[in-house]
C-alpha cells in the first residue's frame, strides 16, 4: 500500500472484522494483511487479540473447517493437511485435534479415490514406472508413502489379472 493510502489501526480493525464475518481466517493470516496494510506490530498485536476476544477469529475453528474441507474437497491426505496448518502457524495440539474429528472420513477412502482416477490418466511403459508415478502422486497429496504403497499394489495388482 502506498504512503497516501495508509490506513488507521481503526479502519483496519473494521475491515477485519468485515473479512471474517465473511470467511474463517486464522490469526496468521491476519496478521499478514495487517503487515501489507502497514500497520505496526504494536497495533497488530492488539487488533488481532481484539477479533479474537470478539469470537471473529479463533484457530481451532479454522483448523477444524480446514482440515475438513481440504479432506472433504480437495481430498489431501493428512500428511499435506498438517503441512499447510504448520504452515500457518497453528499450534500442533490444533492440528491434532482437527485431524482427529476428520479421521472417521476415512482418508484411505480418499485415497483408493483418487489412486483409481489417476490410473485412468497415467501412461507407463512398464509396471514398474506405473507403480512409481502412481507412489508419487498419493505422496504429493499428502498420504502416508506406506499407505500409499500398499494401495497401489492393492490397485496395481487389480488390473494386472
Known amino acids: 500500500m502506498s504512503n497516501s493510502q495508509k490506513i488507521t489501526p481503526e479502519q ?3 475491515r477485519l472484522k468485515r473479512l471474517c464475518a465473511r470467511q474463517e481466517k486464522c490469526s496468521h493470516d491476519l496478521v499478514q494483511k495487517l503487515k501489507l496494510w502497514g500497520i505496526l ?3 497488530s498485536e492488539q487488533i488481532v487479540a481484539k477479533l479474537i476476544a470478539d469470537g471473529y477469529v479463533n484457530d481451532s475453528r479454522f ?3 480446514y482440515a475438513k474441507e481440504k479432506s472433504q474437497i480437495n481430498r489431501w491426505g493428512p500428511v499435506k493437511i498438517r ?3 504448520l504452515s500457518k502457524g497453528i ?4 492440528i491434532d485435534e482437527a485431524l482427529s474429528e476428520i479421521r472417521s472420513n476415512n482418508f484411505s ?3 483408493n479415490i483418487i489412486l483409481k482416477r489417476k490410473l485412468t490418466q497415467v ?3 512398464s509396471n514398474y514406472e506405473l507403480r512409481a508415478k502412481l507412489i508419487r502422486f498419493g505422496v504429493s497429496r499428502g498420504f502416508e508413502l506406506a499407505e500409499v504403497i500398499e494401495e497401489v499394489s492393492r490397485l496395481v495388482s487389480d488390473t494386472d489379472q
Open 41 to 43: 506490530p504494536n497495533d
Open 109 to 111: 477412502g480418499n485415497l
Open 83 to 85: 503441512t499447510m496448518l
Open 12 to 14: 483496519a480493525l473494521e
Open 123 to 125: 501412461k507407463a511403459k
Open 63 to 65: 483448523a477444524a473447517l
Open 91 to 94: 499450534p500442533i495440539h490444533i
